[in-house]
T-cell receptor
């Protein structure tokens, strides 16, 4: 099993640009989560999906953030326009029913 | 609403010292409880979990945690830490009727040889 796959591993972009982060969950998992990790705020849950449907997006900070899950094997998190305060490590995780979460290696985003 | 509190933000120990990291949670129902570990530069990995049964749970690398329902606590322990245990540790409760997993602020553990 390849685990949760995220791309890119690193992203450096200028303020105002659109950023798209990608995630491929573990095959067969039915829930997918997007987290953001910063020194100041720790690990924040942004949004999670169950069976490709967004269940809770209360953690999405602003309208500049959007997430989609068009099918069971792919999800995107988009920031448009990006700002320096969006700089963080973004983790994707997946799970099946009540099993523990499996995390991807994360995308380190730097917005200058 | 569920919440979790980790009391120790930064712990510094010498090798062979004993470790206890506090975790208290708030949730109006039955919970599953998890501890995750994040080694420097890596993603989170499951350390141990509690779903039901024996409240003393043993995980990987000699870690254990005790669920005390009356205190809403799930403290992590290890009798003798090693330098390789240097990492950040996260406690996370999850209601049994939801997939939503909320993490505590984390405890950074530094172990010196």
């Amino acid at each position: 099993d390849a685990g949760v796959i995220q791309s890119p591993r690193h992203e450096v972009t200028e303020m105002g640009q659109e950023v798209t982060l990608r995630c491929k969950p573990i095959s067969g998992h039915n829930s997918l989560f997007w987290y953001r990790q910063t020194m100041m705020r720790g690990l924040e849950l942004l949004i999670y999906f169950n069976n490709n449907v967004p269940i809770d997006d209360s953690g999405m900070p602003e309208d500049r953030f959007s997430a989609k899950m068009p099918n069971a094997s792919f999800s995107t998190l988009k920031i448009q326009p990006s700002e320096p305060r969006d700089s963080a490590v973004y983790f994707c995780a997946s799970t099946l029913n009540e099993s523990p979460l499996h995390f991807g290696n994360g995308t380190r985003l730097t917005v200058t | 609403a569920q919440s979790v509190s980790q009391h120790n933000h930064h712990v510094i120990l010498s090798e062979a010292a004993s470790l206890e990291l506090g975790c208290n949670y708030s949730y109006g129902g039955t919970v599953n409880l998890f501890w995750y570990v994040q080694y420097p530069g890596q993603h989170l990995q499951l350390l141990l979990k509690y779903f039901s049964g024996d409240p003393l749970v043993k995980g990987i690398k000699g870690f254990e945690a005790e669920f005390i329902k009356s205190k809403f606590s799930f403290n992590l322990r290890k009798p003798s830490v090693q330098w390789s245990d240097t990492a950040e540790y996260f406690c996370a409760p999850r209601g049994t009727n939801t997939d939503k997993l909320i993490f505590g602020t984390g405890t950074r553990l530094q172990v010196f040889p």
